[in-house]
């Protein structure tokens, strides 16, 4: 399902919800259990949930229990959305892994995040 930058906006005030930004980044390397540590930076973030229409639907490119999220590239504060990527989770009650990005820009800005998650 494709939708427009108005679209998104006002989907995302209107039936949007408040989720978590999981950044899920490689911490410290411990010698002693051989182990790399990660380490979680969590941000609340306004999101969009819809699932993936007929049309788009292809046996080989989507998997059980994959949704498409759509992201404010902004932060309640007003600061910059840290751009997700696939070792990253959002977080809305379930812990989703986050499969693909895209970008939505306009120019150089981005307006929003495009991913596909996967319980």
Same mark, same amino acid.
């Given at each position: 399902?494709?939708?427009?930058?108005?679209?998104?906006?006002?989907?995302?005030?209107?039936?949007?919800?408040?989720?978590?930004?999981?950044?899920?980044? $490689?911490? +410290?390397?411990?010698?002693?259990?051989?182990?790399?540590?990660?380490?979680?930076?969590?941000?609340?973030?306004?999101?969009?949930?819809?699932?993936?229409? +007929?049309?788009?639907?292809?046996?080989?490119?989507?998997?059980? @229990? $994959?949704? /498409?999220?759509?992201?404010? +590239?902004?932060?309640?504060?007003?600061? +910059?959305?840290?751009?997700?990527?696939?070792?990253?989770? =959002? =977080?809305?009650?379930?812990?989703?892994?986050?499969?693909?990005?895209? $970008?939505?820009?306009? @120019?150089?800005?981005?307006?929003?995040?495009?991913?596909?998650? /996967?319980?």
């Amino acid at each position: 399902m494709a939708f427009d930058t108005y679209t998104l906006r006002m989907l995302l005030k209107e039936h949007g919800m408040d989720v978590v930004l999981r950044k899920v980044d $490689e911490g +410290a390397y411990n010698n002693d259990t051989g182990t790399i540590s990660t380490v979680n930076t969590d941000y609340t973030v306004r999101a969009y949930f819809y699932d993936f229409n +007929a049309d788009t639907l292809l046996p080989t490119s989507i998997q059980n @229990g $994959e949704r /498409r999220v759509v992201l404010s +590239a902004t932060l309640p504060n007003g600061s +910059a959305t840290p751009k997700p990527n696939a070792t990253d989770q =959002i =977080i809305n009650g379930d812990v989703l892994d986050i499969v693909k990005v895209f $970008e939505v820009k306009s @120019g150089n800005s981005t307006l929003f995040y495009t991913l596909t998650v /996967r319980d």
